[in-house]
């Protein structure tokens, strides 16, 4: 076990959550720490509560399930993620929606990445080096002008990827993005998470196929809402002690 330091970007304490008022409990008192500029792996069989978890880190489960009742802690750098308003929030985490449709909603796919840094009124240079920095690192500049709409699956994870790294957010979640991806844009994310880490970024990413990514720091497996392990490659158990 490790002990809890300050050096966690990502803390959750006695997480439990329910859709709603006398529902089943999707997310069983869940703990676990990430250190910062980590990368952890979250799998499990469907149903049992990945992208509930991902939505409870990115503090998103109010916004989506206005009915949901969260109790224990998600602090993200020392913030407790609940308790900030949404502007503050997407600086502190960013995160890919496993259905991504819903975070879609420019003409261009530029526009879209271009969207959060405009409402947070960045200076348009800064945005315009941005979004060309980040089409280049995702390898979708030749869809620069296209609807997003109108992609393949695989090319909205990668759009909505940079639309989430345009803020910049030191965490990044990412839930079941490389499943639509074809075997070259897969490689192209997992240089672009460790990347990320090595820059400090904190990622979380939900993926079924762990054989696939060698660069992983930790492995989470759920089961049934609750946190079934979390270990290094080694097998270590890596879970805080808090
Ligand atoms: N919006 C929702 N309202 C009610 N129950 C939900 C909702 N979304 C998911 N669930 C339930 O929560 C449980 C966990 O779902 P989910 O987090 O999507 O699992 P996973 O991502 O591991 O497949 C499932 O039993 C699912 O039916
Ligand atoms: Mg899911």
Known sequence: ???????????????????????????????????????????????CGKSTLCLCISG?????????????????????????????????????????????????????????????????????????????????????????HRLSGGEKSLVVLAAVLALDPPVVIMDEVMSQLDKKSKMRVIDVIRMLCDMGKTIIAVEHDIKAIESVHHIMVLQDGKLKSFRDLNGEDNTCHI
Do not use: W
């Not at 997480?15 to 990430?34: A, D, H, M, P, W």
């Not at 985490?93 to 409402?119: K, R, Y």
């Open 1 to 47: 076990m490790k002990s809890e330091t300050k050096n966690n970007a990502v803390v959750i304490r006695g997480l439990t959550y329910q859709y709603r008022i006398n529902g089943s409990i999707v997310l069983k008192n869940i703990e676990f720490c990430i250190p910062k500029g980590e990368f952890t792996l979250v799998t499990g069989l469907s149903g």
């Open 60 to 148: 998103a489960d109010e916004l989506m399930n206005p009915d949901g009742i969260l109790t224990g802690e998600v602090i993200i750098n020392g913030k407790d993620i609940h308790k900030i308003n949404a502007a503050e929030r997407a600086l502190e985490v960013g995160i890919v929606f496993q259905n991504m449709d819903t975070q879609l909603f420019s003409f261009t796919v530029e526009d879209e990445i271009a969207f959060a840094p405009e409402n947070l009124c960045l200076p348009p240079e800064k945005i315009k080096e941005r979004v060309d920095y980040l089409l280049n690192l995702l390898g979708i500049e030749y869809l620069r002008e296209s609807h997003p």
